[in-house]
């Protein structure tokens, strides 16, 4: 996606809890 730098660390963190669901969910 674009730079994390732009986006604030908040939008980061989201991402990153979205692919750890995205991941649980194909692991599931």
């Known amino acids: 996606m674009a730079n ?3 986006k604030r ?3 980061k963190f989201v991402t ?3 692919e750890r ?3 649980a ?3 599931r």
């Open 16 to 18: 990153l809890a979205m």
């Open 9 to 11: 660390d908040g939008r």
């Open 4 to 6: 994390p730098s732009t």
């Open 25 to 27: 969910g194909e692991g």
């Open 21 to 23: 669901d995205v991941d």
